[in-house]
C-alpha cells in the first residue's frame, strides 16, 4: 500500500516559482538532475573507502540517459549510493530546512530576487519544468529494501515500496507534449556537452537496442586540465555544478601548488551574497578530493570561516584516500594547504582591487563577513584589514582603504579615528563628529557588528593608532569668540544641575571643545564598553541587565547652553531648566541611535516649545 503525503503549503509555492520564474533556459533541468547523479556517484565512492562491504556498489559508476520518442519520456539512471524510504521523504517532501516560508513571502513580494532560490539546491525540481509527472525508482546502498515515489509536482507525492536489482536512482520523467525535443539524441549530447562535459564519471547515452551505448562527455576533471585549454565557459559551468547557484563567478582561481606538498585548487568567489551567509550552521564550500578520489565537502579545516563564501575544488596526491573526518581535523598538512589557499586568496584580491568598481561587487557582497578575518586571522590580520573598505565622514560618495585614510592624515594627526554605530547617515550626523569635521580630520563610519570586535584587536595599521572618537587626544584649537561662551562659574552651576537632574542616567557632566553645533552629546569613559557594542549585546540578551552609565558632554559654546547658565540662576526658572535638560539628554540618546526613556514626556514638551515658537 502507498503512502500519500502533501507537499507543504510554502512548497507548493516554491514549486510554482521554480517551474515559472528561476531557470531563463529549460534545458537547464537536465544539467541539475545529472550533477545529483555526479553527487551520487561521489558520494558513494567515498562510503566504499570507509565500508568495505560497499566496495562492489561502487564499481563502474555512471550516469545513463535513456531517451524514449515512442512514450516521450527521458530517464537518468546513475548507480551512486541511491535512497531510502526517509531520504525519499526528507529530501524531496521539503525544500530547505528552515527559512523556507519566510524565503517564499519575500520573493513573492520581490519578483527580482527569485533568483536567490538557487541556494536552496532546489535543482531536482526544475524537472516539473518539462515535466507531467516524475517518477523515482531507488535503492540505498547496502540495504534491500527499493522505493518508488512519484509526483505530478502540484498536489504531493506517493511512495511505494518497489522492485530493484542494484543500489542507485532511475528518474523518469514524464514529458510534456511540447518537450518532445529532449528525446531527440543530438539535441541531449548538446546540452551535456554544454553543462556536464567536466562531470567525472561517464555520461552514457542509450540508444537502444540497435543503437548501442555512446559515452558523450569527456569525464575529465576540470581542475586538474591545464589553464589554457579550458574556456570561461567550462570554469562557469563548472561553478554552477559546485555551487549549485546561478550566477557568475566573480573570481575565478586556478592553480598548482608545488612543493613540500602538492595540491591543485579551482576556487570561486560568486558574485552575488548566498542567502545563509550568516546563518551559525553554515559550512565552507570546498570540496576535498585525494587523486581525483571525492573525499568530504564538509572539511571545515580547508577554508577558514570569514572565507566561507569561497566556493570550488582542492585535490592532493599527498593526502591518504581512507582519511577520516577526525583525521582531517588533525592532519597538518590539511593545514598547510589552508595557509596556501588563503594567501592565494588574498593576493589575488589585492590584484582585483585595482578596479574599484569592480571590486566594490565584492564588497558589496561579502565584505561583512571578510572583515571578520581582521579579528580571527592574526597571521593575515594587516592583510585582510588592507583588503577591507568602509564610510567615512569626510568621503561620503565612495568607500575607503585604511591606507587612503592613512594618506590623507592631517599633518600631526595622531591616530586613525573611527566611530562605531547601526546606520551610516546617523553616524554621519553624530554630534562627537562635529569639531573632527571642523578640523578637516576624517572618522571612519564603521556599522558592522564586527567592527566592534576588530578594532579591539588591530590597535594599530602602519604604525598609525587605530583609536574610538572618545579617545582622541587631539587638541581643537577650533577659532570662536569667548564672549559667545558660558561664563565659568554660571557653566559650573548649569552642569552641576544636569548631575542632579539627571541623577542615576549618567554617570557624570563634563565641558568638551569636541562640539560645534550641538548643544550636547553622549560618550564613554576610556576602557569602557562603546554605546554601540552595549546596545548590540543587549539586543542578543547577552547584557540583559548591565547598561553602564555615559558621560554627558556640554557644548558652553551653544546659545542654547549659555541661556541655560543663566536660567539656571532663577529659582522660578529651575523647573522650565530642569524639563530642558531631560530634553537635551533625549536628545544625546536620539543622537546615538538609543531608544528615551520617556517618549511621551518628549513629544509633549518638543510640542510645547514648537507652540511657544510660532
Given at each position: 500500500m502507498s503512502d500519500k503525503m502533501e507537499f507543504k503549503a510554502e512548497v507548493n509555492k516554491l514549486l510554482d516559482i521554480v517551474i515559472n520564474s528561476?531557470?531563463?533556459?529549460?534545458?537547464?533541468?537536465?544539467?541539475?538532475?545529472?550533477?545529483n547523479a555526479s553527487d551520487a556517484c561521489d558520494k558513494l565512492k567515498y562510503l566504499a573507502l570507509m565500508n568495505p562491504d560497499l566496495a562492489q556498489s561502487a564499481a563502474n559508476m555512471r550516469i545513463v540517459l535513456t531517451p524514449d520518442a515512442e512514450h516521450n519520456t527521458l530517464k537518468i539512471t546513475d548507480n551512486g549510493i541511491g535512497m531510502n524510504k526517509d531520504d525519499l521523504i526528507n529530501h524531496l517532501g521539503t525544500i530547505a530546512k528552515s527559512g523556507t516560508a519566510d524565503f517564499v513571502n519575500n520573493v513573492k513580494d520581490n519578483g527580482s530576487d527569485v533568483d536567490l532560490i538557487g541556494k536552496f539546491g532546489v535543482g531536482f525540481y526544475s524537472a516539473f519544468m518539462v515535466a507531467d509527472k516524475v517518477e523515482i525508482l531507488t535503492r540505498k546502498a547496502g540495504e534491500n529494501a527499493a522505493w518508488k515515489w512519484v509526483s505530478d509536482g502540484i498536489g504531493g507525492f506517493e511512495i511505494d515500496e518497489a522492485q530493484k536489482e542494484n543500489n542507485g536512482t532511475e528518474i523518469t520523467i514524464f514529458l510534456k507534449e511540447a518537450e518532445k525535443q529532449y528525446t531527440d539524441t543530438i539535441y541531449l549530447r548538446q546540452i551535456v556537452r554544454l553543462y556536464s562535459d567536466h562531470i567525472n564519471y561517464p555520461i552514457v547515452l542509450n540508444l537502444g537496442e540497435k543503437g548501442g551505448e555512446e559515452v558523450i562527455n569527456t569525464g575529465s576533471a576540470l581542475w586538474a586540465k591545464n589553464k589554457a585549454e579550458i574556456t570561461k565557459e567550462q570554469y562557469n559551468e563548472f561553478y554552477h555544478h559546485v555551487s549549485k547557484n546561478f550566477d557568475e563567478p566573480w573570481m575565478t582561481?586556478?592553480?598548482?601548488?608545488?612543493?613540500?606538498?602538492?595540491?591543485?585548487?579551482?576556487?570561486?568567489?560568486?558574485?552575488?551574497?548566498?542567502?545563509?551567509?550568516?546563518?551559525?550552521?553554515?559550512?565552507?564550500?570546498?570540496?576535498?578530493?585525494?587523486?581525483?578520489?571525492?573525499?568530504?565537502?564538509?572539511?571545515?579545516?580547508?577554508?577558514?570561516?570569514?572565507?566561507?563564501?569561497?566556493?570550488?575544488?582542492?585535490?592532493?596526491?599527498?593526502?591518504?584516500?581512507?582519511?577520516?573526518?577526525?583525521?582531517?581535523?588533525?592532519?597538518?598538512?590539511?593545514?598547510?594547504?589552508?595557509?596556501?589557499?588563503?594567501?592565494?586568496?588574498?593576493?589575488?584580491?589585492?590584484?582585483?582591487?585595482?578596479?574599484?568598481?569592480?571590486?566594490?561587487?565584492?564588497?558589496?557582497?561579502?565584505?561583512?563577513?571578510?572583515?571578520?578575518?581582521?579579528?580571527?586571522?592574526?597571521?593575515?590580520?594587516?592583510?585582510?584589514?588592507?583588503?577591507?573598505?568602509?564610510?567615512s565622514a569626510l568621503n561620503q560618495e565612495k568607500l575607503i582603504s585604511l591606507d587612503d585614510y592613512v594618506a590623507s592624515m592631517k599633518e600631526g594627526q595622531k591616530a586613525i579615528y573611527y566611530i562605531t554605530?547601526?546606520?551610516?547617515?546617523?553616524?554621519?550626523?553624530?554630534?562627537?563628529?562635529?569639531?573632527?569635521?571642523?578640523?578637516?580630520?576624517?572618522?571612519?563610519?564603521?556599522?558592522?557588528?564586527?567592527?566592534?570586535?576588530?578594532?579591539?584587536?588591530?590597535?594599530?595599521?602602519?604604525?598609525?593608532?587605530?583609536?574610538?572618537?572618545?579617545?582622541?587626544?587631539?587638541?581643537?584649537?577650533?577659532?570662536?569668540?569667548?564672549?559667545?561662551?558660558?561664563?565659568?562659574?554660571?557653566?559650573?552651576?548649569?552642569?552641576?544641575?544636569?548631575?542632579?537632574?539627571?541623577?542615576?542616567?549618567?554617570?557624570?557632566?563634563?565641558?568638551?571643545?569636541?562640539?560645534?553645533?550641538?548643544?550636547?552629546?553622549?560618550?564613554?569613559?576610556?576602557?569602557q564598553m562603546s554605546i554601540h557594542l552595549e546596545r548590540l549585546m543587549r539586543n542578543h540578551q547577552q547584557q540583559t541587565a548591565f547598561s553602564s552609565l555615559r558621560i554627558l558632554e556640554v557644548n558652553p559654546y551653544h546659545p542654547l547652553i549659555i541661556k541655560l547658565s543663566e536660567a539656571v540662576l532663577d529659582d522660578n526658572l529651575k523647573m522650565k531648566v530642569s524639563d530642558m535638560i531631560k530634553i537635551l539628554y533625549d536628545q544625546a540618546l536620539i543622537a546615538e541611535g538609543e531608544a528615551i526613556k520617556n517618549p511621551s514626556f518628549f513629544a509633549e514638551k518638543l510640542s510645547e516649545y514648537l507652540l511657544a515658537a510660532v
Open positions: 528561476i531557470y531563463s533556459e529549460k534545458q537547464i533541468f537536465l544539467r541539475e538532475l545529472i550533477s582561481l586556478h592553480f598548482k601548488a608545488e612543493g613540500n606538498i602538492e595540491y591543485t585548487g579551482l576556487l570561486f568567489i560568486p558574485e552575488t551574497q548566498p542567502y545563509d551567509l550568516f546563518q551559525p550552521d553554515r559550512k565552507n564550500g570546498l570540496k576535498l578530493y585525494v587523486n581525483k578520489v571525492f573525499i568530504s565537502d564538509k572539511v571545515e579545516e580547508l577554508l577558514p570561516n570569514y572565507l566561507r563564501f569561497v566556493k570550488g575544488v582542492v585535490d592532493s596526491s599527498d593526502l591518504p584516500l581512507n582519511i577520516s573526518r577526525e583525521m582531517l581535523q588533525q592532519n597538518p598538512m590539511i593545514a598547510k594547504i589552508r595557509s596556501g589557499i588563503v594567501s592565494r586568496i588574498l593576493k589575488e584580491l589585492k590584484k582585483r582591487r585595482d578596479n574599484y568598481d569592480d571590486y566594490m561587487k565584492f564588497w558589496t557582497a561579502f565584505g561583512t563577513a571578510f572583515k571578520e578575518g581582521i579579528y580571527e586571522d592574526f597571521s593575515n590580520r594587516e592583510e585582510i584589514a588592507a583588503l577591507s573598505y568602509f564610510n554605530g547601526d546606520d551610516v547617515n546617523v553616524l554621519a550626523n553624530n554630534p562627537q563628529l562635529e569639531a573632527f569635521k571642523a578640523k578637516g580630520i576624517d572618522v571612519l563610519l564603521l556599522v558592522d557588528p564586527i567592527d566592534e570586535f576588530w578594532t579591539q584587536v588591530l590597535t594599530t595599521y602602519k604604525d598609525k593608532a587605530i583609536k574610538h572618537i572618545s579617545q582622541a587626544e587631539e587638541t581643537f584649537d577650533i577659532e570662536r569668540s569667548q564672549s559667545q561662551k558660558a561664563k565659568d562659574d554660571n557653566l559650573k552651576k548649569l552642569t552641576d544641575y544636569m548631575a542632579q537632574v539627571l541623577n542615576g542616567e549618567i554617570a557624570k557632566v563634563t565641558t568638551t571643545d569636541k562640539l560645534t553645533n550641538s548643544p550636547v552629546s553622549l560618550t564613554v569613559e576610556n576602557g
